[in-house]
Each structure stands twice: as structure tokens, then as C-alpha cells.
């Protein structure tokens, strides 16, 4: 099962049946219910994703090559266990350059 689908499936198990629906305690009725957007239809099914042990330099060529503004990472069996944004790529890129300026002076 892809990421993608699990957590529909984690959104979906909070839905309780009713006059509207339910999640995480608010309830939505119908008329408001036409405001929500079906994620469905904007959700990348196949998304570029690193693993939890994967090389910096490895993750930043990803970044680099695909153009990615955010990488979901994953744990070995499949789990999202976060999200690298551009912004934690540039701050890591630029200690890791720091530093090898430090060491060569």
C-alpha cells in the first residue's frame, strides 16, 4: 500500500458517520462539507521519497535534480516519518560548507 493511501486511510478512520461528519471532534454538515477540497485529486501518488538512513549528499542531489521544494522521508518499512524541506537542505548544505572552510584554514 502507498504512503499516500495510508493516510487516507488514517484521515478517513477519524470520519464518524452522521448528519455531516466528524473529525477529531468538529463536525461538518453538508453545506459546509461542499467547501472541502477532495485531496484525492491533488495528491501525487507517486511521490519522490528518502529514507531515514540516506547520505546528505544523496538527498541533496534528489533535490537538486528534481527541483523538489519538500523529499518525504520514510522509515524502512514505509512509514512517513517526516518531511525535508528546500530550506533544511540549503542550512545543512551551507554548515557542511562552513565546515570544510574551517578545516582547511
Given at each position: 500500500m502507498r504512503w499516500s493511501r495510508r493516510i487516507l486511510i488514517l484521515i478517513l478512520n477519524l470520519i464518524v458517520p452522521g448528519d455531516g461528519i466528524s473529525v477529531k471532534g468538529e463536525t461538518f454538515q453538508q453545506e459546509e462539507m461542499a467547501k472541502f477540497l477532495?485531496?484525492?485529486d491533488v495528491l501525487n501518488s507517486?511521490?519522490?521519497t528518502c529514507h531515514l538512513n540516506m547520505p546528505f549528499q544523496r538527498v541533496?542531489?534528489?533535490f537538486v535534480?528534481?527541483?523538489l521544494r519538500h523529499l518525504v522521508v520514510l522509515s524502512s518499512d514505509g512509514e512517513v516519518q517526516g518531511i525535508i524541506t528546500r530550506s533544511n537542505i540549503y542550512h545543512q548544505a551551507s554548515i557542511m560548507i562552513l565546515t570544510f572552510l574551517a578545516l582547511k584554514a
Open positions: 477532495n485531496i484525492e507517486h511521490p519522490i541533496y542531489s534528489i535534480k528534481h527541483g
